[in-house]
């Protein structure tokens, strides 16, 4: 078992090695020039589209798909917004210094036209299943966009494989330990109740599952961002500072691994991608299901998806941590009793209730909870229709049984190994679907011209 562990951790060291972190960056870039900065030009209006829809004009209430424009973004949020934006944040701060939020920032710019270029294809190249549902993603529109069937069976056999562990084993497992941390439970307990919970919700479909998502995300989200918003309120004296700090040691360095340009930029980089999903090609199977008149209208809502993880979300955590962990102008990472430097949930905990004694660890462990219980319900949507590609429409119901089962294993068991497999699992789903984006960049640029076009004659609204 440990000479597994080591083969995944080493090739998931390669997977998310500088060439696939360029390739993952640098397709976002290709698409920015090609869509023309679309994703700074109609960002007021996707959030427009994601949040306050005109009645029976652009909602898709009357169009095909499964659920709305808002229940796919929840979906997809429900899954990105998760442990990376605490503990992965954390991780990005202490091992690359705080620039690493700086390149987060960049990561996620460039990642909306990426999120933009999935959720055209998505709902291009979607097709209607033997059940009457959606389904699309990356597997669909390699196979029909690409024409590689085998690349599309690659990615969803990636995708299947990665869910058990990054969406639930490495999730519930989290929950369990922050529970038995803040209040004395034992981890079987846990275990049971949110197997339980993941079952009610995610045997019934996306429909269940999206409107779980629909509730739980933003009530997770605003609360969270609202006790993040209240730290740095009371210590505005401390956010120049960091800022100042975090823009400044992008292009130097404070790193605990290292601390060069080169280590920061990666951990910026690696956690960003982590947290906000962009490139990945799991939103897409998401965005497939909404009920849209346009690719394009749904592709503008994916987008707004990264903004809202990244820009907001994880740039709360990145500037909390910095100004707690900053003395005057120098950055100070807090100590274990070994010595070593705290990192991940346990330290964005610290920081919140050094800031913001009291209610600040409680915000935390509550937004880990919940982050995680979110992107359970999530991840068990791409998983099965991942599986439903490989395996054929008739394994969904067997795929969620074993996916229930594998949240209670989660909570109990040790997932070193789980983490290594899954952690490598869901870089490789990102290789065939950066092809796909690459070669099919022509695709989504033509219908964003369609789309435009259209609205500009009025057969849009």
């Known amino acids: 078992m440990e000479g597994l562990k080591n083969f995944f951790d080493m090739v998931g060291g390669w997977v998310w090695g500088p060439v696939m972190l360029a390739l993952l960056v640098g397709t976002g870039i290709l698409l920015t020039i090609r869509l023309v900065g679309l994703q700074f030009s109609m960002l ?24 709305s424009h808002f229940g ?4 997809a949020l429900s899954a990105t917004i998760g442990t990376g934006n605490i503990a992965g944040v954390a991780t990005a701060v202490i091992m690359g210094g705080p620039g690493a939020v700086f390149w987060m920032w960049i990561t996620a710019i460039f990642g909306m036209a990426t999120k933009y270029g999935e959720g055209v294809l998505a709902v291009k190249y979607r097709i209607i299943n033997a059940k009457g549902e959606m389904s699309g993603g990356p597997m669909y529109y390699i196979e029909h966009g690409l024409k590689q069937k085998w690349l599309a069976l690659l990615f969803a056999l990636f995708g299947t494989i990665a869910s058990f562990g990054i969406g639930s084993s490495v999730q519930s497992n989290s929950v369990a330990q922050a529970v038995h941390s803040s209040f004395g439970v034992d981890q079987v307990y846990t275990g049971v109740i949110l197997t339980v919970l993941t079952a009610i919700v995610v045997l019934g479909g996306i429909r269940s599952i999206a409107t779980a ?31 100042g700090l975090i823009l400044s040691d992008a292009f130097s360095g404070a790193a605990i691994a290292g601390g060069a340009i080169g280590t920061v930029i990666r951990y910026g980089v690696a956690r960003g991608v982590f947290s906000n999903e962009a490139g990945m090609g799991s939103a897409p199977i998401a965005a497939a299901a909404a009920k849209t008149d346009h690719s394009v209208r749904q592709a503008l809502v994916s987008m707004t998806g990264t903004f809202l993880d990244t820009i907001v979300v994880c ?29 991940g949930a346990v330290l964005t905990g610290k920081v919140f209730d050094l800031l913001l004694p009291g209610p600040g660890g409680w915000i935390v462990t509550i937004g880990l909870i919940f982050f995680a219980y979110s992107t359970i319900l999530g991840w068990c949507y ?23 089962a594998s949240v209670m294993i989660g909570t109990v068991a040790s997932l070193d190994l789980v983490w290594a497999a899954a952690d490598t699992f869901n870089g490789l789903m990102a290789v065939p679907n950066l092809i796909a984006l690459v070669f099919l960049s022509g695709v989504i640029v033509k219908e964003t011209k369609d789309f435009k076009a259209k609205r500009a004659s009025g057969e849009l609204p």
């Open 44 to 67: 007021p209006y996707a959030l427009k589209l994601a949040f306050f829809p005109h009645p029976k004009k652009g909602d898709g209430s009357d169009h095909e798909g499964d659920i």
């Open 72 to 75: 796919a973004l929840m979906t």
């Open 213 to 243: 998502s629909s509730l739980i995300v933003p009530i997770m989200a605003v609360l969270y961002v609202a006790g993040g918003l209240v730290i740095i309120t009371l210590n505005l004296d401390k956010v120049g500072p960091a800022v």
């Open 315 to 343: 740039s709360i955590t990145g500037i909390v941590l910095v100004m707690g962990l900053t003395q005057g102008s120098e950055f100070t990472p807090l100590l274990g009793e070994d010595g070593k430097a705290i990192t």
């Open 382 to 404: 791409y998983g099965e229709k991942c599986a439903a590609y490989v395996f054929g429409d008739r394994s969904a119901n067997i795929y969620r049984v074993i996916y229930v």
